[in-house]
């Protein structure tokens, strides 16, 4: 049964026309550094699905979908010393951190801010619109996926 997840990252660091720039439109998501979003990545499958969240932009907005194409496996970049995301305290035997393959599925039309997503009746209860909710990797609902997907996809301003 396909999950669908909702990946947070900064344009600044790595948007969505990066990811569709990157060889075979493929990429690790690395530098998840929160126990209970890597708890979420190491729950994700090959096949899984996921919006592409720009956070700390203007505005923020949910831009476009992605997909799983490699579980979880260790964090490589938590081995390397050189590395922003290194951790000395995580090994190769025993690997604290985690990272799966992401794809480029599609950009949407139009970003789909988060003020508007907070009008949407059918999304007041998503992860993202909850007060204080700051995970860079959160699950999203099957009812909020369809949803989001026909404003997204669409370039629609409201559902149907």
């Known amino acids: 049964m396909t999950q669908y997840w909702l990946l947070k990252s900064e344009p600044t660091t790595f948007s969505i026309d990066d990811l569709a720039a990157s060889p075979n439109q493929t990429t690790c998501w690395e530098g998840v550094r929160n126990y209970q979003a890597r708890n979420f990545l190491k729950s994700m499958q090959v096949g899984d699905q996921g919006f592409f969240y720009h956070s700390n932009a203007d505005p923020t ?22 590395s922003r995301y290194f951790d000395a305290t995580s090994t190769r035997e025993h690997p604290r951190w985690f990272v799966v393959d992401i794809r480029f599925l599609e950009k949407f039309p139009e970003p789909l801010s988060l003020s508007h997503l907070r009008t949407i009746k059918a999304l007041q209860h998503m992860e993202l619109l909850r007060k204080g909710s700051r995970l860079s990797v959160q699950p999203v609902k099957t009812a909020e996926w369809e949803c989001i997907l026909k404003l997204g996809s669409s370039g629609r301003k409201r559902v149907v």
């Open 61 to 82: 907005a949910i831009v476009g979908r992605v997909e799983v194409v490699k579980a979880a496996y260790p964090d490589p970049y938590a081995f390397d010393a050189h």
